[in-house]
């Protein structure tokens, strides 16, 4: 019996931390569209490979995604590659509050859709800070 009691407890609470967080996002921040301008990628791409006798090698790729064409589109196309990457990406958009033209970053890793998906000039949204215009999030 009391472990029905402990599930339902963590399940209200569950439920009201989502509750608490679409309150603040909806009090403290106003939507916008922002036009991304500038994407900046660091990956590090590992490569796994098995030889015909059973023994693992692995080679690391790090840097900048773009000058490893080659292997970040096969890395995205295969499932023998691990990447692990992040992107900063610098976004144009103007303050629902009090129309000033604003710029802002949004940081993504290679667990987020957006990582792979953005490019400049895409649209995305966002959530503007009601105090300070320069803060922004994910939308």
Same mark, same amino acid.
């Given at each position: 019996?009391?472990?029905?009691?402990?599930?339902?407890?963590?399940?209200?609470?569950? +439920?009201? /931390?989502?509750?608490?967080?679409? @309150?603040?996002? $909806? &009090?403290?921040? %106003?939507?916008?569209?922002?036009?991304?301008?500038?994407?900046?990628?660091?990956?590090?791409?590992?490569?796994?490979?098995?030889?015909?006798?059973?023994?693992?090698?692995?080679?690391?790729?790090?840097?900048?995604?773009?000058?490893?064409?080659?292997?970040?589109?096969? +890395?995205? /196309?295969?499932?023998?590659?691990? @990447?692990?990457? $992040? &992107?900063?990406? %610098?976004?144009?958009?103007?303050?629902?509050?009090?129309?000033?033209?604003?710029?802002?970053?949004?940081?993504?890793?290679?667990?987020?859709?957006?990582?792979?998906?953005?490019?400049?000039?895409?649209?995305?949204?966002?959530?503007?800070?009601?105090?300070?215009?320069?803060?922004?999030?994910?939308?």
């Amino acid at each position: 019996m009391y472990r029905l009691y402990g599930m339902v407890a963590a399940v209200l609470f569950i +439920a009201g /931390a989502m509750g608490v967080s679409a @309150i603040n996002r $909806t &009090a403290n921040y %106003k939507p916008a569209k922002a036009s991304v301008y500038e994407i900046d990628r660091k990956c590090e791409i590992i490569e796994t490979r098995t030889s015909f006798d059973g023994k693992k090698s692995s080679s690391t790729y790090q840097g900048e995604c773009k000058t490893a064409d080659d292997a970040w589109d096969k +890395a995205k /196309a295969k499932h023998d590659k691990t @990447i692990a990457a $992040t &992107a900063t990406i %610098k976004v144009s958009y103007v303050a629902p509050q009090d129309n000033t033209s604003q710029t802002g970053e949004l940081h993504f890793t290679s667990r987020d859709d957006e990582f792979y998906d953005l490019k400049a000039g895409d649209v995305v949204d966002v959530l503007v800070d009601n105090k300070d215009h320069t803060k922004i999030i994910k939308g």
